[in-house]
């Protein structure tokens, strides 16, 4: 898979590409990162790419004529990202949708943002990481390549990790989890978990799922997305819950 990045802070994403999982990626072939500097596309002598927005107000935009000929440079741009606040909030589900394609340019913007015929004439889709602003795109351009990445065959060095992830293909949240030593300032790993009953530990793992969910995030529970096996333990959870409150 190929990502172009467009940005005029090239250096804020070259840092993240140097670390962890996307790192590995790259030196494997798996994905391949083109930095693209918006400003070498300037025309003006000081490689200037933004001015003030018509109509006033305050802050700056990015004009369209570096953004569009740094686009129009790539031989092949794939489907083109702008990240915006006003885009598509981003989940697991379009993470999975996007490491489908083989080529994804994002356009990171600054300032103010990007001129409207920019994404009128470009942008095939926009998106938001979350509902908050940032100072520019190159932080959500690295949340969208390492969310993609990990999602790719070769990736992890435990597939199975993926699969028991948050926001996998039950949407649910992650269960806790522990490591050494067994007991910490009073604090003990549950019991269940130093049992080496596998299949216990499994039905406490589906569990802490739905509890987690239930309690944090319930908008995410969809029954239709559960096996007949989360279903039923939701139930009794909920059964449980009911009985409690009748006490």
């Known amino acids: 898979m190929v990502f172009n990045i467009l940005t005029i802070f090239p250096d804020m994403v070259g840092c993240f590409l140097r670390e962890s999982i996307v790192r590995r990626a790259i030196e494997r ?49 794939g489907i083109i990202i702008y990240l915006n606040p006003k885009g598509t909030l981003l989940n697991q589900r379009k993470v999975k949708e996007l490491k489908t394609k083989d080529c994804i340019t994002i356009i990171c913007g600054h300032y103010e943002g990007i001129d409207q015929r920019i994404i009128e004439s470009k942008v095939d889709e926009e998106i938001s990481i979350g509902d908050y602003i940032l100072s520019g795109g190159e932080l959500g351009a690295a949340v969208l390549i390492d969310a993609i990445t990990r999602e790719l065959d070769r990736v992890l060095g435990n597939e199975q990790s993926r699969e028991e992830e948050s926001f996998d293909d039950t949407g649910l949240l992650e269960y806790e989890q522990y490591t050494r030593p067994a007991e910490f300032r009073g604090m003990r790993v549950p019991d269940v978990l130093l049992s080496g009953d596998h299949e216990r530990i499994r039905m406490w793992r589906i569990r802490r799922r739905l509890i987690n969910t239930l309690e944090r995030r319930p908008e995410l529970i969809d029954r239709e997305r559960l096996s007949e096996e989360y279903r039923k333990v939701l139930d009794e959870i909920l059964e449980e819950r009911k009985n409690e409150s009748n006490r």
């Open 29 to 77: 072939g798996i994905i391949k990162v083109n930095l693209i500097n918006i400003r070498d596309y300037s025309e003006d002598r000081h490689k200037k790419v933004d001015d003030y927005p018509y109509g006033g107000g305050s802050g700056m935009l990015i004009k369209p004529d570096p953004v569009i000929k740094a686009i129009e440079s790539i031989d092949n741009p």
